[in-house]
């Protein structure tokens, strides 16, 4: 793939360095095309020794390739990286001043501006009308991640880390081809946004049931797969709360992220959260039980060795089906409730058997359903899992297949239903 790495005048100018060596590690051919304030933060020969081309601002470099036109026009992708608020005024306005520029409006491929700038600037109206002027014309504007800013300052306008850029380049083309290969190449560079406008509440992690100081019931869940579901809404352009309860993986720029740790926790962030979103996803494995008393102190070893320790456990609440009674009882058809089921068989019954009685008592519109256990599922980049949709009996299976895979298939079977 052809990538062109536009560089703006920003102090995150030398994560693009990384964000470039990710691109040329996976086998891309980088051009990168850096502004002349970038180049006081980061040089013309690191961009030039980390990409193996050459490096220029102006178009008046190597003029009898017109380089402010075929750069563009060759590219399969371009990134900017970071986007500063100079660079997305240009953008909007259509200016074409320097290399990167126009670059920019002579590209017909997928295009993705990093915004990184303090907090104020990001907020401020102009920036934001910016934004949507860009993202209605089909380019690609990855929400500012939240954290240390220049200086002393925190919150939102950091540059996301460079691997989580690079997944959400790679998804974008994915996307871009995709649309290209069932609407033709008019399609190719435009994004699926057929989320915009909708509020997605979803849910990812394991929760973890205190004992005592020290210890707690959980299980084994990553929160991978949330995770990928929560990314794939915000790149279709849909508002994502992230409800994340000990997620061991990196969060996706764009949402709003809510920590929890019990189960408790986690029925209380999702059903505030849950009020006037379009979509609910349960993807987060919540603990079934808590101990009835947690110890205020760590517990310790009794003197008799064969004593043991016994510990009285409660029934956690059901969140699905507390969704689904609180709809009913507003009499609202929404949210759209979708639940998960880590099954695995046992002399009971199948997986499957387990999942649709689960369906049943839950009352959720959609069940994902998939096979745990060890090796299995939880912590791996890879799963099987099955879909099970209210009044019929038809069963989708999507894979073994990437966790991002299975998000995709799950929004392109949503987003029909949301009308």
């Not at 003197?303 to 089906?321: K, Q, S, T, W």
């Not at 008592?361 to 099987?384: C, I, M, W």
């Amino acid at each position: 793939m052809r990538v062109v790495l536009g560089v703006g005048g920003g102090i995150a100018a030398y994560k693009a360095a990384s964000l470039l060596r990710l691109f040329t590690e996976g086998g891309h051919e980088v051009r990168v095309v850096p502004t002349a304030a970038a180049l006081q933060f980061v040089g013309a020969p690191t961009w030039s020794a980390l990409s193996g081309q050459p490096v220029s601002t102006d178009v008046w470099t190597s003029v009898h390739e017109v380089p402010h036109v075929r750069i563009g026009q060759a590219a399969d992708l371009v990134v900017v990286a970071p986007a500063t608020a100079d660079l997305l005024a240009k953008a909007a306005a259509g200016l074409a001043d320097d290399l990167l520029t126009t670059t920019l409006l002579t590209a017909r491929c997928p295009v993705v501006f990093a915004p990184a700038m303090h907090t104020e600037m990001w907020e401020h109206a102009a920036t934001r009308a910016n934004v949507a002027t860009l993202r209605s014309r089909g380019a690609h504007v990855v929400e500012p991640a939240v954290g240390r800013l220049t200086g002393k300052d925190t919150g939102a306008g950091r540059l996301p880390e460079p691997d989580e850029l690079y997944a959400a380049c790679l998804e974008i083309v994915a996307g871009a081809g995709a649309a290209a290969a069932v609407d033709g190449p008019a399609a190719a560079g435009h994004p699926r946004r057929d989320l915009e406008g909708r509020r997605v509440v979803v849910s990812a992690g394991g929760t973890r049931e205190p004992l005592d100081p020290v210890r707690y019931l959980g299980n084994r869940s990553s929160g991978k797969q949330g995770v990928a579901i929560a990314r794939a809404a915000v790149a279709r352009g849909a508002h994502v709360t992230l409800v994340a309860a000990n997620v061991s993986v990196p969060l996706p720029a764009g949402v709003d992220v809510v920590p929890v740790g019990t189960t408790l926790e986690l029925q209380r962030a999702v059903e505030e959260a849950a009020e006037g979103a379009d979509v609910v996803v349960m993807a987060a494995a919540p603990a079934d039980f808590r101990p009835a008393a947690v110890s205020g102190s760590k517990i310790k070893k009794s003197a008799d060795p064969g004593a043991g320790l016994r510990v009285e456990l409660v029934e956690n609440p059901d969140i699905v089906r507390g969704l689904v009674a609180a709809r009913v009882a507003r009499g609202s058809s929404g949210p759209y409730i979708v639940s998960f089921a880590a099954e695995t068989g046992d002399a009971d019954g199948t997986v499957m058997e387990h999942a649709r009685a689960k369906f049943a008592r839950k009352g959720s519109d959609l069940q994902v359903v998939n096979e745990v256990g060890t090796d299995l599922t939880f912590g791996k980049d890879d799963t099987t899992v099955h879909l099970l949709r209210r009044g019929t009996d038809e069963v989708t299976t999507v894979g073994p297949t990437s966790k991002d895979a299975v998000a995709d298939v799950l929004w392109d079977t949503l987003s029909p239903l949301l009308g």
